[in-house]
């Protein structure tokens, strides 16, 4: 075996994923962060398996997100919060439930293969209860239930959402689907957590790479003035993707998108368990999709596809070809580089909370929560309704991983090891995993709050409502 070197450029969730993995399966690993703690770029709070959210997309993509949410959360449990999703369709929305029916069968039948196929694929539950449909009669017959404090059943669960929807704006059925939710601070500490104790991982926190030279053999990286020499490149600079690429000098296409999701409080329902609440609606108009993500003690985190909430005006750019970079306007830059005013967070904040509570009337009493969660997202190639991407590899001992959702990581560095092999730098096949005896969970949650904290976020973002899964 040639013994490799292996700069990995960008301390997300690719990044991190990335340096854990091959350092389990023995490679020297450099990790660069341009930010003072990995996993600070854009949100994520939804695991789409089965990519549910999404009505646009193909059935290839969903049946992709499942996989890759499946192999994800195998991978990262303590990042995974278990509670379902409950899918709604406006009176409004064009569609009807009954037409989302065939891709949930197919859904099913594709989660029951991959458990028939692996055992330990079996993570979402049983594949019966995959999905369940809820009628009006349903609800109303749920609502003089009284909420558990540890719902299990997918009726438990049902139990908030018929309390406190309005059910005259919905149509029926009703969908609960087992997508569970993302944490992103838990992420970055469990990931900080093990890589702090590989000894064959140099971590480099605020450390910008500013230049990257093909040599002879392999690469020189310029940091601060220091210069180091590296046989294979992995770039996972995120939404800067297409800086390194510029460096290396390598064909791209690719768009940035910049978006924000929105931290509510809604105090009399701080002991409230809810499921992730999902209101479909045409992406870019007014009504657009509204997504009401609890975490615990009142916290709610919103999404809604409107220009005036999630969206932007000139939020989505694409590279020319002058430069792999596509170039987000400087008020986007500001935003994820310095700050937000107080006044667009009050506003945006506010529209989120009358976009949900047309649904949720009692919604309408919560609060700006804290600042907004936000950053610009990477979508290789030009159709910007790509939800599954993982890694090209445009030259040799170069990686470009750029993936859309994060369950899309295990596949990307699955092909980044493949590269690796042929290459002579790696010699096994084997699929690396997380050992649990190294991380105990007081350290991940103190340090998940502390991130918060750091970060001006409220700690509770960092802790998760229910933590074992598999109903
Ligand atoms: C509002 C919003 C909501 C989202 N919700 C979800 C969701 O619910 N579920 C989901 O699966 N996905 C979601 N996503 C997508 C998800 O956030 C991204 O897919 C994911 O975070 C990308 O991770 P990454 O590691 O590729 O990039 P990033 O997290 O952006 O990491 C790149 C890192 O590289 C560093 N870097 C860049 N250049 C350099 C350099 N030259 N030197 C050193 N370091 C450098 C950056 O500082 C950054 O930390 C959402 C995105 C947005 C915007």
């Known amino acids: 075996m040639k013994k490799a070197k292996i700069a990995i450029v960008g301390g997300g969730v690719a990044g991190v994923t990335s340096a854990i993995y091959l350092a389990k399966l023995g490679l020297e690993i450099t990790l660069f962060e341009k930010e003072s703690s990995f996993v600070s770029g854009p949100p994520f709070c939804h695991l789409h398996a089965g990519g549910n959210l999404y009505r646009e997309i193909s059935d290839e993509q969903c049946i992709k997100l499942l996989k890759q949410s499946i192999d994800f959360l195998k991978f990262y449990p303590f990042v995974v919060d278990y509670r379902p999703t409950v899918i709604a369709l406006p009176t409004t929305d064009k569609q009807t439930p009954n037409q989302l029916l065939p891709r949930l069968e197919l859904l099913t039948k594709e989660y029951k293969q991959l458990i028939q196929k692996d055992s330990s694929n079996k993570v979402l539950g049983e594949p019966n209860n995959y999905f369940k449909l809820y009628s009006r009669e349903d609800l109303e017959k749920l609502k003089f239930e009284k909420a558990s404090s540890k719902p299990k059943s997918s009726d438990e669960w049902m139990i908030s959402v018929a309390q406190n929807i309005n059910f005259d704006k919905v149509q029926f059925p009703l969908i609960l689907v087992q997508e569970y939710g993302l ?25 910008e790479v500013d230049n990257i030279q093909k040599k002879q053999e392999g690469w020189l990286v310029s940091y601060y003035n220091k210069q180091e020499n590296f046989d294979y490149i992995i770039n996972s600079a995120g939404f800067r993707t297409g800086k390194i690429d510029d460096m290396i000098g390598v064909p791209c296409k690719r768009m940035v998108e910049f978006k924000a999701a929105y931290v509510s409080h809604w105090k009399s329902k701080e002991q409230t368990l809810f499921p992730e609440i999902i209101f479909h609606g045409e992406r870019g108009t007014p009504q657009g999709m509204g997504q009401f993500t609890p975490y615990p003690n009142g916290y709610f985190q919103l999404h809604g596809m409107t220009h005036n909430i999630t969206l932007y005006d000139d939020g989505l750019v694409a590279n020319t070809p002058l430069s792999c970079q596509p170039q987000l306007k400087q008020n986007f830059i500001q935003k994820i580089e310095k700050s937000w005013n107080k006044e667009e967070i009050e506003e945006r904040t506010k529209s989120a909370i009358e976009h949900l509570s047309r649904f949720i009337p009692n919604f309408s009493e919560a609060t700006v929560g804290s600042k907004p969660l936000f950053g610009a997202q990477q979508i290789p190639g030009d159709d910007p309704t790509l939800r599954v991407a993982e890694v090209s590899f445009p030259t040799k001992g170069y990686a470009r991983c750029e993936i859309v959702k994060v369950s899309s990581v295990i596949d990307m560095v699955r092909a980044i090891q493949k590269e690796l092999i042929k290459l002579g730098y790696l010699n096994t096949n084997n699929e690396a995993s997380i050992s649990f005896d190294i991380l105990r969970e007081e350290e991940i949650s103190s340090l998940a709050q502390t991130l918060c904290e750091q970060r001006e976020y409220p700690r509770s973002l960092g802790c998760r409502n229910i933590k074992n899964g598999g109903n």
Not at 183 to 207: C, D, H, P, Q, Y
């Open 183 to 207: 944490n992103l601070f838990r992420l970055a500490s469990g990931a900080t957590l093990i890589l702090e104790k590989m000894n064959n991982v140099t971590l480099k926190r605020t450390t």
